[in-house]
Nanobody, 127 residues
Framework: QVQLVESGGGWVQPGGSLRLSCAASGFSLGYFAIGWFRQAPGKGREGVSCIRTGDGSTYYTDSVKGRVTLSRQNVKNTVYLQMSSLKPEDTAVYYC????????????????????WGQGTQVTVSA
């Protein structure tokens, strides 16, 4: 049974940092795309970043570029989202999801292409 579990969310002041984890079970990371998405209250689900677990290539959306780093530990079947210089507008529920590797690129990265989702972890950025 495919399962993704996010952790690491919480409250942080503006300018602070958080590291989110996405632990996968029921399958080996192997060669997939793991995407991070977020959803703020009253808004749609927005792509944040993704990584191709086979070669480690990453894509970052403009909203987080320069402030976010994705990495993976295939041995632990876990993907990490390191976020820094956090802003109040980063406040949202953050989700990880899995897809085929071609859905992690500048031309193809959207929630509709991702099949299995975690339950989400809340990130709140406020003074």
């Amino acid at each position: 049974q495919v399962q993704l579990v996010e952790s690491g969310g919480g409250w942080v002041q503006p300018g602070g940092s958080l590291r989110l984890s996405c632990a996968a079970s029921g399958f080996s990371l192997g060669y997939f795309a793991i995407g991070w998405f977020r959803q703020a209250p009253g808004k749609g689900r927005e792509g944040v970043s993704c990584i191709r677990t086979g070669d480690g290539s990453t894509y970052y959306t403009d909203s987080v570029k320069g402030r976010v780093t994705l990495s993976r530990q295939n041995v632990k079947n876990t993907v990490y989202l390191q976020m820094s210089s956090l802003k109040p507008e980063d406040t949202a529920v953050y989700y990880c999801a899995v897809a085929q590797p071609q859905y992690c690129s500048s031309s193809s990265f959207g929630p509709d292409d991702y099949n299995y989702w975690g339950q989400g972890t809340q990130v709140t950025v406020s003074a």
